[in-house]
């Protein structure tokens, strides 16, 4: 560093007052951590987990990725959901099938971020589809897309008219199309059938929703058995929780092979237009787990109320399915997840790759001209494309 530069002064000067305030402020949030902890863990906000990984499990991963480049004064678009099933049992794993959906074409700029995403929301239930209508289905379906599509999912309201009925007509055939499949199938999945598959999201985020939640409703909103003690040990020191970071607490107490307490999410919160509404109407529950010592913790969701849960043996049944995503995690690294969901995402990865810096869209194009050429299309209508 330059110490003749009066910003690199500032710098090094900068840094010398304040870092003795930042590890003192560290080690008191530490402190605090240490002390709270404990009776949280205590409480049962975490519990242990025993993991049977020689037990054969049938799942199936699906997973989706999308690409667009500019071209035509728009946008060429690839879109592709792959679904991965296997049966894995300790160290033998047997792969069944792949089932695929791809979507190529053109679209405006308009929201194209957005209508990507439903494109691919899209071809997630097109694969569910062929996957339900099978004699035999999985015990485990995991999904790397949401479950509930809300608010960050719709279409922004715009002011041209013409313009915001367009994404609302898109909007509404991916609603139709996911309500339509929860309305014929919801009721074969479990828990409200014993014998169905259990249908999960996985992502990573929402780390502080359970303590939130107690903090709000009380422990109502998990099926797992929680010390009242907890309730008001968070209601008391939610202050405290809140300085120290609400992440920092929960990490603190969430250890491999354990899983947080599940919790109900808050219907209340969510917007009145969330979609698909046989799942808003019925519920769903959420919980975190922690697989290695190099992991990140995976933030599950899957189907049903906590009643439903408790009807169907409560934290036995939630401890048994996140054994399962347990056991179906084969590496401890940082962004792992359970094995057929990482198949369905490395393979649907082709979507983005490229090689030698082109990949399959700039292929479309490159034919897409070729075709229009062929065609006589006017040349003053391509000038210009071939250098996009």
């Given amino acids: ?47 242990r987990l025993t993991v049977d990984r020689e037990r054969p499990r049938r799942a199936v991963g699906v997973a989706v990725a999308h690409r667009k480049i500019g071209a035509f004064g728009g946008l ?23 089932l695929s959906r791809m979507d190529v074409g053109d679209m405006s700029l308009l929201e194209s971020d957005r209508r990507l995403k439903w494109k691919c929301y ?24 949401p479950l509930v599509m809300g608010k960050a999912v719709y279409a922004q309201v715009l002011e041209d008219p013409a313009t915001d009925a367009r994404l609302k007509r898109d909007i509404g055939a991916l ?73 920092r607490v929960l990490r603190g107490i969430l250890v491999p092979e354990h899983r947080t307490a599940a919790f109900e999410q808050d219907q209340d919160r969510l917007d009145k237009d969330a979609f698909p509404r046989a799942i808003v109407d019925r519920g769903r529950l959420g919980f975190h787990y922690l697989t290695g010592l190099r992991g990140q913790p995976v933030y599950c969701e899957t189907l049903g109320s906590a009643a439903a849960w408790v009807d169907r043996s409560g934290s036995a049944a939630l401890d048994a399915l996140a054994g399962d995503l347990l056991a179906l995690t084969y590496f401890d690294a940082r962004q792992a997840v359970p094995l057929p969901l990482w198949y369905a995402q490395s393979g649907v990865e082709i979507v983005k790759r490229k090689e030698k810096g082109r990949g399959i869209l700039e292929f479309y194009k490159a034919e897409a001209l070729r075709a229009m050429r062929e065609e006589q299309v006017d040349l003053a209508w391509l000038a210009g494309w071939e250098e996009e």
């Fill in 76 to 98: 060429l678009y690839g879109a592709a959901a792959l679904g991965h099933e296997l049966t894995a049992a300790g160290g033998d794993i047997a792969h069944s099938r792949q």
């Fill in 175 to 247: 609603k139709e199309r996911l309500d339509g499949f929860w309305d014929r199938w919801i009721e074969r999945c479990y828990p409200f059938d014993a014998a169905g598959p259990k249908v999960v999201s996985l992502h990573r985020g929402r780390f502080g929703s359970l303590l939130k939640l107690v903090e709000r409703r009380g422990t109502e909103v998990s099926p797992d058995p929680i010390d009242p003690e907890v309730e008001d040990l968070v209601r008391t020191q939610w202050v405290e929780v809140l300085s120290v970071g609400i992440d």
């Fill in 122 to 145: 899209a071809l997630v239930y097109d694969l569910l589809d062929e996957l339900f209508a099978a004699d035999t289905l999985p015990e485990l379906v995991i999904l790397d897309v």
């Fill in 1 to 47: 560093m330059n110490h003749h530069n009066p910003l690199a002064q500032e710098i090094t000067a900068q840094i010398q007052l304040g870092l003795p305030g930042t590890v003192g402020k560290l080690a008191r949030q530490l402190r605090s951590i240490d002390r709270i902890a404990p009776r949280l863990k205590a409480g049962g906000l975490v519990r």
